[in-house]
């Protein structure tokens, strides 16, 4: 194959993966200037990971992106709080059963100060999990969450919901308990 066949092929291959723009690993001992918050002010690092406490926070790398990958977990019984991660105007958050460590429902809410009316919607049909790996992606006026929780690199369950009106870019994290961890976000242009 010549030179210029394989480079071809290597851009078109390329241009077919997602593009990863931004990511944090949260291992260091405070979230720095790349973290502003749109709602509350006491997320914090602990234990080399993301803590929301009370608080939307946005993440300014990736202003242009639409897709979030974060790793969600849940370290102790909780009363039904959540944490979440958005895109653009469209949120999900992940919360607990009550009285549970695990997270019993997956829920598309607009995110503050979208300014959208739409109400969105919760979802349960699924195996509650305590630990996940999750992407959310935004196109158009559809957010879609792809979740995987026996860290297998495969889909286990998949949700999406239309917002009746265009996403946009820009991600952040969020939650309203401290028992609620978030860890190892990626951030692109996901298709």
């Not at 997270?103 to 969105?120: D, N, Q, W």
């Not at 952040?172 to 951030?187: A, H, I, K, Q, R």
């Amino acid at each position: 194959m010549s030179l210029s066949k394989t480079l071809l092929c290597a851009v078109i291959g390329a241009a077919a993966l997602p593009s990863f723009a931004a990511s944090d690993n949260f291992n260091r001992a405070s979230l720095g200037s790349s973290w502003t918050p749109l709602m509350g002010v006491n997320a914090r690092i602990s234990n080399d990971k993301f803590v929301a406490g009370l608080a939307y926070m946005n993440f300014t790398p990736a202003a242009a992106d639409n897709q979030a990958t974060v790793t969600i977990a849940s370290t102790n019984k909780d009363l039904g709080h959540y944490a979440g991660l958005y895109v653009g105007k469209g949120s999900v958050k992940f919360r607990t059963g009550i009285n549970s460590r695990k997270f019993a429902s997956v829920c598309f809410e607009p995110t503050i100060l979208s300014g959208l009316s739409s109400p969105g919607q919760c979802f349960n049909t699924f195996t509650p999990f305590d630990k996940a790996r999750a992407t959310l992606t935004a196109t158009g006026t559809v957010a879609r969450i792809d979740i995987d929780t026996d860290s297998d690199g495969a889909v286990d369950y998949s949700f999406s919901y239309d917002f009746g009106a265009t996403l946009g870019t820009g991600v952040g994290l969020m939650g309203n308990n401290e028992v609620f961890t978030l860890d190892n976000l990626s951030t692109g242009h996901g298709v």
